[in-house]
């Protein structure tokens, strides 16, 4: 079966940092997606973890340690459109299995 | 390029009745996947569908169904609507299997 868990809310000051934990168990894996999805919208692509490591893409990046079933999202330099929840996703066997997503709320 | 177009945008259905859903990939993109949304399960994928295969399926019950066609345009179909299938729809196509998914403004479809 597949256990994706990230938390459920995080709240964080306009231009600060924040790191979005996410935890997997999966019976395979093809890769890790982050995704970002406002309210009411369709979620959009942020970032694709396959090999362990850090990648970076402008205020976004992600790292993944495959041993650990572990990944991380951080957003830096916070702007308040940051706020939106962050959907975690593994790849495995054609099929993307989704955490529960993670609300961000940045305040002013 | 055009992105992923998904019709109708919303839906209103009653019990017993039975729906289908399009989609239509971006240009090129082979891979078709579906989702459900609710506020309870968050994002949970029905199927995936490449080169009019379903190669993978989750899980839901046999009145979930799709197919792709060979413009790689897709169709779910939900028969027998349960008041519990009230959901965002989701469709995503991607170029390959492992490249990002790229979604759709989903279905809003009420059943009532």
């Known amino acids: 079966g597949q256990n994706i868990d990230q938390p459920t809310e995080m709240t964080a000051t306009e231009g600060a940092i924040v790191q979005i934990n996410c935890t997997y168990q999966?019976?395979?894996?093809?890769?890790l997606f982050w995704y970002q999805q406002h309210a009411g919208e369709a979620p959009t692509f942020l970032s694709y973890?396959?090999?362990?490591g850090l990648e970076e893409k402008g205020r976004f990046s992600s790292f993944l340690s495959r041993s650990k079933g572990y990944s991380y999202l951080l957003l830096k330099e916070l702007q308040m459109k940051d706020s939106a929840s962050y959907l975690c996703?593994?790849?495995?066997?054609?099929?993307?299995?989704f955490g529960a997503g993670t609300t961000v709320t940045v305040r002013a | 390029k055009a992105g992923v177009t998904q019709t109708p945008r919303y839906l209103i259905k009653t019990r017993g009745q039975q729906v289908t859903l399009s989609c239509s990939p971006i240009?090129?993109?082979?891979?078709v996947s579906w989702y459900q949304q609710t506020p309870g399960q968050g994002l949970q994928f029905l199927f995936e569908?490449?080169?009019?295969?379903?190669?993978n399926k989750g899980n839901f019950p046999g009145r979930f169904s799709g197919r792709q066609f060979s413009n790689s345009r897709s169709e779910m179909n939900v028969s027998t609507l349960e008041l519990g299938d009230s959901a965002l729809y989701l469709c995503?196509?991607?170029?390959?299997?492992?490249?990002?998914?790229?979604f759709g403004p989903g279905t809003r479809l009420t059943v009532l």
């Open positions: 973890n396959v090999l362990d």
């Open positions: 995503a196509s991607s170029l390959m299997a492992n490249n990002e998914q790229f």
């Open positions: 996703a593994v790849k495995n066997d054609y099929k993307l299995s």
């Open positions: 999966t019976s395979g894996f093809n890769g």
């Open positions: 569908y490449f080169s009019e295969t379903q190669r």
């Open positions: 240009s090129g993109h082979r891979s």
